[in-house]
């Protein structure tokens, strides 16, 4: 057997890719030279490293089932072993007999525990028959309801629904993006595949992964963010209209404003550009942060925000050399920020384990939401109340976390209305249905779950092969779409039968 440095550092990249550590693995991937590397990714099974550790695992739990003198051990004495557990343990040679271990051996049963420590990972204790009863009332997806979309080679990082048909595109780490156009009954052809060459002038360095995707208002075009600084722009029958070069790194984020005329885009170094659509030339760049710019987003036509690793949060204008305006008060980088229906309030999260609230209005934030105990990864307003097509319903935000929670917010006193406990693993995607009374989120241990924003009940539930980086809601809301690391999309119908 022989292990090489390269092999070892190519399964931890893509381990922190399928972990949704994309920040990470650009960084890892850049030191470590994975790229440059002979290893056909292609090849790679998703879950490899841990597969490997599973089975060494397995391997030092063999050898601590044998004892000193050669003796199998009794199957109450053999230690269950952590990967900790299994670092740390005792060579066969330190190890007592079989005999010793009968003579000291101690067992510490339930009741022996003080009742105060028997806790969930959480740290608080379970409240079993809360989550026993909404489990019981979740109804699962019959197969005759979902559509798994097969085509990609790698992770699929990103999905998103045209705002105006039933087309789905999906970004994947395999350097392409996938036109699926599904029918009533979701049925679908071969996709039509974006492939993502080398383009002239950007950087050879980086993998061409799509990371960011997102359809123009009217479904006309499609732009892609990729790491290699690239973005490109695609007719909605997957024509390759433009190539928008000058990103010295990956993109991390993309949007158009709502009038079509524009797109921002902000990556690793530390900028955000404006593209004019029509010449496919720079607008303007922006380059107010110190480290890199992580999301953005469009407040209106010609101003937006973008936030970064440097934990501020900067609004820009079209024209303007300085920010408009700059928020500060994260404690670490910022992950996400998003305007609310209305364009009035801005909300961020971060790896400090909170989400903020922010006006134009003042400089400090008017809510600090700071409830949830792991890194925030995402957020999401609710399609409701003032600058919505639900005006009449309020107005909620959702942020999804590294502690297994979602949390849904009451926007106007900034207080926690639901937490919704189900997940084992970091949340990486939420997002709201059209008509907001339903929150689908979705995690690395495999589940997507559907839950009302009225009550916190869980309605609907799906169990997928493999870990889910992103779901997303058709604009009718009957279809439900969700990206795994498995290297395929998965399709929900919601329609009765």
């Not at 209005?361 to 097509?389: A, C, F, R, V």
């Not at 995607?429 to 339903?438: A, M």
Request: net charge negative; glycine share 8%.
């Amino acid at each position: 057997m022989s292990i090489t440095s390269d092999e070892v550092n190519f399964l931890i990249y893509r381990y922190l890719l399928e972990s949704g550590f994309q920040h990470t693995a650009f960084t890892f991937g850049l030191e470590s030279h994975v790229h440059q590397t002979s290893i056909n990714g292609t090849l790679v099974p998703p879950g490899a490293l841990i597969t490997v550790i599973q089975k060494g695992l397995q391997y030092v739990e063999a050898e601590a089932s044998i004892a000193e003198d050669g003796s199998l051990l009794d199957e109450k004495d053999i230690p269950h072993l952590s990967l900790v557990d299994a670092v740390m343990h005792a060579p066969l040679s330190t190890r007592p007999s079989k005999t010793k271990m009968e003579s000291t051996a101690s067992l510490q049963t339930a009741s022996d525990v003080p009742e105060d420590t028997r806790k969930n990972d959480g740290g608080e204790p379970m409240d079993v028959e809360r989550h026993m009863s909404s489990a019981a009332a979740a109804v699962d997806f019959h197969p005759s309801k979902v559509s798994i979309l097969q085509g990609h080679q790698s992770e699929v990082f990103t999905c998103a629904w045209s705002p105006t048909g039933d087309t789905l595109v999906s970004g994947s780490g395999d350097s392409t993006a996938c036109l699926w156009k599904l029918t009533q009954d979701g049925s679908h052809d071969q996709p039509i595949v974006l492939p993502h060459e080398p383009v002239g002038g950007a950087s050879q360095e980086f993998s061409r992964d799509v990371t960011t995707v997102h359809w123009n208002l009217d479904g006309t075009l499609l732009a892609t963010g990729s790491y290699d600084g690239v973005a490109r722009l695609w007719t909605s029958e997957g024509e390759l209209k433009t190539s928008l070069v000058h990103h010295t790194g990956p993109i991390f984020a993309l949007k158009w404003n709502a009038k079509g005329n524009y797109i921002v885009t902000g990556g690793v170094d530390k900028t955000a550009v404006v593209w004019d659509v029509q010449s496919g030339e720079v607008k303007q760049q922006f380059s107010h942060h110190k480290a890199p710019t992580l999301d953005v987003d469009w407040q209106n036509n010609s101003s937006f925000a973008s936030c970064s690793t440097d934990k501020l949060i900067h609004v820009c204008r079209l024209g303007a050399d300085r920010p408009i305006r700059t928020f500060q008060g994260h404690k670490n980088g910022v992950n996400a920020i998003k305007w609310d229906p209305s364009a009035t309030l801005l909300a961020s999260c971060s790896d400090d384990h909170t989400a903020k609230i922010w006006s134009m209005k003042q400089e400090s934030w008017l809510h600090n939401l700071h409830e949830h105990s792991g890194d925030i990864y995402t957020l999401q307003w609710s399609p409701t109340g003032p600058g919505s097509s639900n005006p009449s319903a309020n107005l909620m935000l959702a942020t999804a976390s590294f502690d297994s929670t979602v949390k849904l917010w009451e926007v106007e006193k900034g207080t926690c209305v639901h937490t919704l406990h189900r997940h084992q693993e970091p949340v990486y995607s939420i997002v709201f249905s059209p008509d907001g009374k339903l929150v689908a989120s979705g995690s690395f241990d495999k589940w997507l779950y559907i839950w009302s924003t009225q009550d916190g009940s869980l309605v609907r539930q799906y169990k997928g092969a493999s870990g889910i980086f992103e779901v997303c809601w058709n604009k009718d809301g009957h279809r439900l779409a969700a990206s795994f690391s498995n290297n395929t999309v998965c399709v929900l119908d919601l329609r009765c039968n």
